[in-house]
């Protein structure tokens, strides 16, 4: 996708957002599931370092494949949008697919176990056994300017294949 249309997304705590947003790039992520381990331990990433993402005049934005009633409570204490997905349509929109690679690839399983630990460890709530919209989603990293230019892409291998804080803020940069 090279150039994002103007829409307005409502998050899981009812706000409106627009993407692209007029005054700074948006960074959309595409992650997984509700209480997704590996999204967890990411979105933490992100949260810890929202004053200085926000700083660089990026707006983040994530996408779940869950219901928001789902959501909600795996979300409430981050600091930036999440909006729910669970029929996938901005997932077929971005490209952004399922597969067995992601859970299978060797690279993602050391995540998938701290992840799991952590969770365990009651760190994070446990995501609900069943997941209307499977365990196999890909993640997915899209900066948007103000145009709604897509400036850097980034479509996951496996389940912990996404953009670090420093490897958003060098595309923001560039």
């Not at 230019?149 to 595309?171: F, I, P, T």
């Amino acid at each position: 996708m090279e150039q994002v249309t103007d829409r307005e997304l409502t998050t899981v705590t009812g706000e409106r957002i627009r993407v692209p947003d007029p005054e700074r790039l948006v960074h959309l992520q595409f992650r997984r599931f509700a209480g997704c381990p590996i999204c967890n331990l990411h979105l933490r990433s992100i949260a810890q370092r929202h004053d200085e993402i926000t700083a660089a005049g990026i707006r983040e934005v994530v996408f779940f494949h869950s219901p928001a009633d789902d959501l909600r409570p795996h979300t409430a204490d981050l600091p930036f949008a999440t909006v729910a997905d669970p029929d996938k349509r901005y997932y077929r929109e971005f490209g952004v697919e399922s597969s067995p690679r992601a859970v299978l690839d060797p690279r993602a399983w050391g995540t998938i176990l701290r992840g799991v630990v952590t969770t365990a460890r009651g760190r994070f709530r446990a995501p609900a056994l069943r997941q209307p919209g499977g365990r196999l989603g890909l993640p997915a990293d899209f900066l948007i300017d103000p145009s709604g230019r897509v400036v850097a892409a980034k479509y996951g291998e496996h389940a912990d294949d996404q953009w670090s804080v420093d490897e958003l803020l060098s595309h923001a940069r560039d």
